[in-house]
C-alpha cells in the first residue's frame, strides 16, 4: 500500500510538470495566424485585399534566390538576424524592404544602414488616456511645406498614430515619416521631435522602417490612423509609389524565421559560415535573454517524468544480494603473510615495477654472497668482481650484468624518492632472465 502512494505522488509531481511545460508554449505576439489581441491577423487580411492574396507570401524561411527586383520583404518583430549583405544587394536591384521592429533582433540590420535607436520624449505633447509610454505619433512634414503636402506616401491619408512602448530614430541620410514630438509645457521643454518612421533610398530600392510593430497588432488597428497607416504602408511595399510604379509579391516574416541561398545565385561559402554564425550569436543572446525555448522545457519535463517513473517501478521492487560480515570475509593473499602474499603484492597491476626489480636482486646479492661466502651486506658491483675473478662470468656477461646493477641502483633512488617509475617492462625481464642465468651457474 505504501509503495502505491509513493507511485501515485511521483506520477502526480510529473503530470504536475508536463502541464506547467505545454502552458508555457503559447504562441508570441505579432503572429499572422493569432486573432487574439496582440496578433497580427488583421494586418495580414488587410495585406491580402490590398494586394491580392496570390502576391502576399507568409514563409518562414526566406529564399533569397526566389526574390527579384519587383518584390517587397516586410519583417515584423524578427528575432533572427537578417543577412544585411544580401539585403544591401536586393535593394541596390530595386528590391523594397520593410523593418518593423522595437526590441527584436532587427538592430543590426538597421545600424548596417547607419540607422541607430533613439528613445522618444519623456513627455510627448500627445499620449493617449495620460499615459506617456502610450505617444501619439503625427507625420512628418518637409520643412517649409504646407499642411497636407510634403509627407511620405505612406502618411497621405494619416493624422494620428498611436503607438505603445515605441522607439524613435537617428537618420542622418532618411527621411522622416512619422514622429514624436515633445511637449512644450513640462519644465524645460520638450520641443524636440523623434522620428518613429523613416524611409530612405538604397540605389534602385526603398528602406522603410518602424520603431513600433505594437501599431500594428490587431487591438492597436482599431484606430483610424494606425489602419491607415498600415494600408499605407503595404502599399507602399507591395505597389510602390508614383516614381516607381510596381506589381511584385510581399514576403511576410513574423518573429524567428531562417535565410536560405544567396540573391541573384547560390550562396558563397563565405556568406554561409556568416549566417550560420549569425544565428548562432542570436540564438546565444536569445537564450541569455530570456531563458531556455518552451520546447525544451517540455523535453526536459518528459524526460524527468519518465526517469521518476522508472524509478518508482523499479525501486519497490529491486533487490540486494546480501554481503557477509568483515570477520566472515576471505582475507585476500595480498593481505596475508608469507611467500604467496609478497607474491600477490608484486604482481598487483598498480605495484610499481621497481619494487620487482629490488625484489631480483636482492635474491641475487644473497645467492651470489652465500656462494662466495660473504656477507649478504656486500654490494652487488664487488659480488660480480668476485664472480669474474674467479672466472664464473665471461665480460660480455660481466659488462651486462653491471649495467643491470645501474639500474637496480637508479631504481633503488626512484622509490626512496617517491619517484615517478622509469622501468620498462623490457628492462624488468632482462633482469629476470640475467639472475636466472646468474644463479644456475654459480649453483652448478
Known amino acids: 500500500m505504501m509503495t502505491r502512494c509513493v507511485l501515485r505522488r511521483w506520477l502526480a509531481v510529473a503530470a504536475s510538470a508536463l502541464t506547467l511545460a505545454f502552458a508555457g508554449a503559447a504562441g508570441a505576439a505579432f503572429e499572422l495566424a493569432d486573432t487574439s489581441w496582440e496578433g497580427c491577423s488583421e494586418l495580414l487580411g488587410m495585406a491580402r485585399e490590398l494586394l491580392g492574396t496570390e502576391r502576399v507570401i507568409l514563409t518562414a524561411t526566406l529564399d533569397w534566390r526566389a526574390l527579384t527586383s519587383n518584390d517587397a520583404v516586410l519583417l515584423v518583430h524578427p528575432t533572427s538576424p537578417l543577412d544585411p549583405d544580401e539585403a544591401a544587394a536586393f535593394m541596390k536591384a530595386g528590391g523594397r524592404l520593410g523593418v518593423i521592429d522595437d526590441y527584436g533582433s532587427g538592430d543590426r540590420l538597421l545600424e548596417h544602414f547607419k540607422l541607430a535607436r533613439r528613445a522618444l520624449p519623456l513627455h510627448p505633447s500627445q499620449v493617449l488616456r495620460g499615459n506617456s509610454a502610450l505617444p501619439v505619433a503625427t507625420p512628418a512634414y ?11 506616401p505612406t502618411v497621405v491619408d494619416v493624422s494620428l498614430v498611436v503607438l505603445n ?4 530614430f537617428d537618420h542622418p541620410n532618411l527621411t522622416p515619416v512619422l514622429e514624436v514630438r515633445g511637449s512644450r509645457d513640462v519644465s ?4 524636440d521631435a523623434v522620428a518613429v518612421a523613416v524611409a530612405g533610398q538604397v540605389d534602385k530600392g526603398r528602406l522603410f522602417a518602424v520603431g513600433d510593430p505594437s501599431a500594428f497588432i490587431n487591438l492597436m488597428l482599431r484606430y483610424p490612423g494606425n489602419r491607415a497607416f498600415a494600408k499605407g504602408v503595404l502599399r507602399y511595399l507591395g505597389d510602390g509609389d508614383a ?5 511584385g509579391r510581399l514576403y511576410v516574416l513574423v518573429n524567428d524565421f531562417d535565410e536560405a541561398h544567396s540573391f541573384g545565385g547560390e550562396t558563397p561559402l563565405r556568406t554561409a559560415i556568416e549566417r550560420a554564425l549569425r544565428t548562432m550569436g542570436a540564438g546565444l543572446r536569445e537564450l541569455k535573454a530570456n531563458g531556455l525555448p518552451w520546447w525544451l522545457h517540455t523535453v526536459a519535463a518528459a524526460f ?3 526517469a521518476v517513473f522508472a524509478w518508482a517501478v523499479r ?11 568483515r570477520f566472515a570475509r576471505e582475507v585476500p593473499l595480498a593481505g596475508q603473510g608469507g611467500i604467496g602474499g609478497r607474491l ?9 615495477p621497481e619494487l620487482a626489480l629490488l625484489e631480483l636482486r636482492q635474491a641475487l646479492v644473497e645467492s651470489l654472497a652465500a656462494q662466495l661466502d660473504k656477507p649478504d651486506s656486500t654490494p652487488l658491483d664487488a659480488l660480480l668482481q668476485g664472480l669474474r675473478a674467479s672466472g664464473a662470468l665471461d665480460e660480455p656477461t660481466f659488462t651486462r650484468a653491471s649495467r643491470i646493477a645501474e639500474t637496480m641502483r637508479e631504481a633503488e633512488t626512484t622509490v626512496v624518492r617517491g619517484a615517478r617509475s622509469k622501468v620498462r617492462r623490457a628492462q624488468l625481464l632482462d633482469a629476470a632472465r640475467l639472475v636466472e642465468e646468474l644463479l644456475g651457474r654459480t649453483i652448478t
Open 142 to 152: 518637409e520643412p517649409g511645406a504646407a499642411q497636407g503636402l510634403g509627407v511620405h
Open 165 to 168: 512602448h515605441a522607439t524613435g
Open 188 to 191: 524645460g521643454g520638450e520641443p
Open 243 to 247: 516614381n516607381q510604379p510596381r506589381r
Open 304 to 306: 524527468c517524468a519518465l
Open 315 to 325: 525501486a519497490p521492487m529491486k533487490l540486494y544480494a546480501a554481503r557477509l560480515p
Open 344 to 352: 600477490a603484492v608484486l604482481a598487483a597491476p598498480g605495484t610499481a
